[in-house]
């Protein structure tokens, strides 16, 4: 078969440094996120009409999966069956089963909310919320989000379920308060933020799950914004630890 | 920037020969559609657990658009500004604002019902409903549709709106009743997939709508499954002329 080639129209911009403690679907943390467009797209006319969605899709390459972006023989690299986080990770289902970053077309994508439309000197400029992607994620495409055409209603899930309705409790020590108070001078809603990210259990399911290892002692590290912030499990809680420098 | 390369997986068939006739949106025909996988991804493990899912999204490449699959430079070919149909066709939006084929990276997603999977001798068939996408098209992707993150029911949706809850009274005329009755031994509830193609009149807003140049004793031809249906259009009805051979 003749690839295809696709060329990224533009960067996301996101507070998720690293894989680890991206929110697991779209929507659960309402973090700021932005995106901007590489010059040959970076249009005022291409988004023209845009701002009367309240939601857009993005397309996106997992230029962090196990598949290199670019790569020609993505044969080589899929492979059929994964593991994911939400069955626990130890129950084996098809890649096409899941949602996986590593399957053939490293290609994802999310519904997330559009606040509003910055027109800059650089282009324009998408503010958004909700985004589950990590930083420098290249963008493919943007589509409105159409409820007529998106929504069904009637969809069975299968296996896989929304978010815990379970959370955690989140407590912050003196340090990371401390911390906290300072930094959101520069990030509003920064305590309420760290909250979302945590109180689903960021974890993999084969920890946090009832028959996982535990470790209670562990210390855990999640860089977000330019921190790494570290933080504990004990028996029915998280603590937050403080706000580390990333190494 | 660097472009990402990507490899059909496999085919999608279904009754709609050329881009005129085609549902402006996905799940309102009831026509059936397959998919079948290229050799490297015909694996059964690879669709393993999709079962339990009731509807899929199917990621494809419109290969039929303006811009050539496998182009490289694709900043050539797209336009900033698109007329959707919905607009009636001379109302200009963003391209991003709309989901018209004519995009950098022309992919297109729909979400489609997956009635069943079939494993054959050359791997597994999706058999699927509600497909709006040309037949022979490349399917780049398959994902779960998953209520939990793919519903987002306060989405707006801005200018575009679902189809017309007015729909059009189909008159069959004899030579089509009886071309059809002869048909319906291969191809079941064939009627009913006709009536449900033109009851949302498919032609172009321009010539339907208001204002429109109503041309009324044009004769129309769709070309689906084997063969070329011929209608017309009187002042409150569409009349269903004849199944005539292609040309």
């Known amino acids: 078969m003749e690839s295809i080639a696709l060329t990224p129209i533009g960067t996301l911009h996101s507070i998720y440094k690293e894989k680890f403690g991206i929110p697991r679907q779209p929507g659960l943390v309402d973090a700021p ?34 598949i290199a972006p670019g790569q020609k023989d993505t044969q080589a690299k899929w492979l059929p069956m994964v593991r994911p986080p939400r069955l626990g990770g130890n129950k084996k289902v098809g890649v096409f089963a899941s949602r996986s970053p590593c399957r053939p077309n490293g290609i994802g994508m999310s519904a997330v909310r559009l606040t509003s439309i910055e027109h800059t000197d650089k282009g324009p400029v998408l503010h ?6 990590l930083d420098g994620t290249p963008i493919l495409d943007i589509k409105p989000y159409l409820p007529y055409s998106d929504i069904v209603l009637n969809a069975d899930d299968g296996f896989a379920h929304g978010a815990s309705s379970e959370t955690c409790r989140i407590v912050f020590a003196s340090k990371a308060k401390r911390q906290i108070r300072k930094k959101e001078r520069q990030i509003p809603r920064l305590a309420s933020i760290i909250t979302a990210i945590l109180e689903n259990d960021p974890r993999p399911a ?42």
Chains 1, 2 share one sequence.
């Open 206 to 247: 084969y920890r946090s799950g009832p028959s996982g290892k535990a470790e209670p002692d562990r210390v855990f590290g999640i860089r977000i914004f330019d921190f790494d912030l570290k933080w504990m499990v004990t028996d029915d809680q998280i603590i937050v630890l403080e706000l580390a420098v990333c190494a």
């Open 128 to 133: 958004l919320s909700g985004v589950d992607i």
């Open 33 to 66: 996120a932005w995106m901007d467009f590489y010059p040959a797209y970076a249009r005022e006319e291409a988004v023209r009409g845009l701002e009367h969605f309240s939601h857009v899709w993005l397309l996106f390459n997992f230029h962090q999966s196990n």
